[in-house]
């Protein structure tokens, strides 16, 4: 009985867990099988463990847990393929059955390949931007032909001024001798006829809705393809007593007079002046009309545009100023140095 013993074949599974130490003789083994029995020779019977997972298929591990398991546990299993045969198609991978390892994934559903395109068919359409419906192709530009870009809108600078009552007094008055009333970047301009200016000044000066009591500087402008109104004489006035600028403009052609105003802001004087001795514009009726910046003698008025501003320093210069030349000799020089030191 002894000889039989030791020739029986031992579960395979039984021997590692008997080397391992997993089993414990403290517990009772639970009834099994005598197909299961293992070591029937030795007096307490080694305890049957579950199966791990994927050692016996499907089938077979639900039965075994069944037996080895209590009722509220389950024995984890995967799917198990098979390597195929030469020659026999290889099976494709099963689903993972319940309480399945965690970590190994389903394989991923494969995309569906789109029907083959019968041949002589017209390409398809690619699909509209949202809110295109409706519209319209875009004819493609010519080939070589860069469109124009859109035209730039530059700010509105100078506008007609409208519902004032004291432009709209001034133009009662003088009527078509006001050329121009505008406004330009918040300033009031109007331009009047040589022949009514000065009598526009005095009507500014003295009305009483107006009283622009103080000039505040005379200047002019030169525009040489003007003809017959190449300078504009520009007056800037101030009322203190309404807190109220005006601008007034008159064209004279080159080469006549325009009226004095110092008999109405005396402070015009100095400043009709300038304009005579940068410009060259007469003033009728000033007091001392001569050069205030330059020599009585200097040739031409720098302020203008036709100016030739080269040389002309020079021209004056050799007519009035006695210089001679230095000779640069180096070797003189250190010969005084020489003998400073």
């Known amino acids: 009985m002894g000889d039989e013993t030791k020739d029986t074949p031992q579960n395979d599974?039984?021997?590692?867990?008997?080397?391992?130490?997993?089993?414990?003789?403290?517990?009772?083994?639970?009834?099994?099988?005598?197909?299961?029995?293992?070591?029937?020779?030795?007096?307490?019977?080694?305890k049957v463990l579950p199966p791990e997972s994927g050692s016996l298929p499907p089938d077979e591990a639900e039965k075994t847990a069944k037996v080895a398991l209590p009722p509220d546990q389950k024995v984890k299993t995967e799917a198990k393929v098979e390597s195929a045969l030469p020659g026999v198609e290889k099976p494709s991978l099963?689903?993972?059955?319940?309480?399945?390892?965690?970590?190994?994934?389903?394989?991923?559903?494969?995309?569906?390949?789109?029907?083959?395109?019968?041949?002589?068919?017209?390409?398809?359409?690619?699909?509209?931007?949202?809110?295109?419906?409706?519209?319209?192709?875009?004819?493609a530009p010519a080939a070589g032909h860069k469109p124009a870009p859109p035209p730039k809108k530059g700010p509105t600078i100078t506008v007609d001024i409208t519902g004032d009552a004291l432009i709209d007094r001034i133009k009662e008055r003088?009527?078509?001798?006001?050329?121009?009333?505008?406004?330009?970047?918040?300033?009031?301009?109007?331009?009047?006829?040589?022949?009514?200016?000065?009598?526009?000044?005095?009507?500014?000066?003295?009305?009483e809705e107006a009283?622009?009591?103080?000039?505040?500087?005379?200047?002019?402008t030169h525009w040489p393809d003007k003809a017959q109104e190449e300078?504009?004489?520009?007056?800037?006035?101030?009322?203190?007593?309404?807190?109220?600028?005006?601008?007034?403009?008159?064209?004279?052609?080159?080469?006549?007079?325009?009226?004095?105003?110092?008999?109405?802001?005396?402070?015009?004087?100095?400043?009709?002046?300038e304009v005579f001795d940068m410009f060259g514009i007469r003033f009728e009726g000033?007091?001392?009309?001569?050069?205030?910046?330059?020599?009585?003698?200097?040739?031409?008025?720098?302020?203008?545009?036709?100016?030739?501003?080269?040389?002309?320093?020079?021209?004056?210069?050799?007519?009035h100023l006695d210089y001679r030349e230095i000779d640069y000799n180096t070797d003189l020089i250190d010969v005084k140095y020489g003998e400073r030191r």
């Open 94 to 139: 099963t689903s993972m059955v319940e309480g399945a390892s965690e970590t190994t994934q389903p394989a991923a559903p494969s995309k569906p390949t789109p029907p083959a395109k019968p041949e002589g068919a017209p390409p398809k359409a690619p699909p509209r931007a949202a809110g295109a419906e409706g519209a319209p192709p875009k004819a």
């Open 231 to 273: 300078f504009d004489v520009v007056i800037l006035l101030y009322s203190v007593p309404k807190n109220r600028r005006l601008r007034v403009k008159a064209s004279i052609p080159d080469g006549e007079a325009i009226p004095s105003v110092t008999a109405i802001w005396s402070g015009a004087d100095w400043m009709e002046r």
């Open 286 to 319: 000033h007091p001392d009309l001569r050069r205030i910046l330059l020599p009585q003698d200097w040739p031409g008025h720098p302020l203008r545009k036709d100016y030739p501003i080269e040389y002309r320093d020079n021209e004056w210069t050799d007519k």
């Open 13 to 46: 599974n039984s021997g590692d867990r008997e080397q391992s130490g997993i089993e414990k003789k403290d517990q009772p083994a639970q009834q099994v099988s005598s197909a299961d029995q293992v070591g029937a020779d030795v007096p307490e019977k080694a």
């Open 211 to 220: 009283l622009f009591d103080m000039c505040c500087d005379l200047t002019a």
């Open 174 to 207: 003088f009527g078509e001798s006001i050329t121009e009333a505008v406004a330009t970047l918040g300033q009031q301009i109007i331009r009047v006829k040589r022949e009514s200016y000065l009598e526009l000044c005095r009507f500014l000066h003295d009305d």
